[in-house]
């Protein structure tokens, strides 16, 4: 496994290309969602913690709120910096290393932004992290995916045509990790990149979040917040409280 495999992929703008037909009304409608269950102050300061190029972080503050988007990408904060102003800022940095202490009513990290490190105690590093940025009885939002469909429903090899470069993806299970090969040619040149996500189980989190101090508040299935099943949700979303 390469160790900065993220940082190379993250930072290329193939990354950008692959992933380009996320839906940004599906994000707009979770966070609106989201939000309005947990009743956030319309004061309330969010953290955007692997922000990317921040469709998350945008549609916090079009919502109303302070936000701070960060990644450990240069390339997508510097995409997300023209959408600055006054209460909407990214910057570059490590998910697992504090920001700014107790600062923050609510953090959010969605859309699988997590269990990519090969060390194990960097995914309670992140918890801690989280826990010294959030304020007394704040909200820790972590969507995940749901690891027992991953690996039920894994489809081995598919290939996407995106931008007239034909992405070929392999998938397998390698070492605790769903492990994505990226294989394409552009411009006469040869690419191969990996991804790495550690199956993170719902009781794995258990043991990370109750080891940190979090409780659960809730735990939803998908983006509409059906409730979580473990054999047929698409996410894993955890509401925690400090």
Known sequence: MDLQWFVKWFNSPYYHILYKNRSLTEAEDFIQKITYYLQLSKQAKVLDLACGKGRHSITLNKLGFDVLGIDLSEASISHAKQFENEHLKFEVHDMREVYHPNEFDAVFNLFTSFGYFEEYEDNFKVFEAVKQQI????????????????????????EKLIDGILFKLTKSIENGFVKKEIDFEDKGETFHFEEFVRLIYFNDFKKIYENEGFVLDKVFGNYLLDPFDEKHSDRLILVLKK
């Open 135 to 158: 304020k007394s009885n704040g909200i820790f939002v972590l969507d995940y995916l749901n690891a027992e469909k991953v690996v039920t429903e894994m489809i081995p090899y598919e």
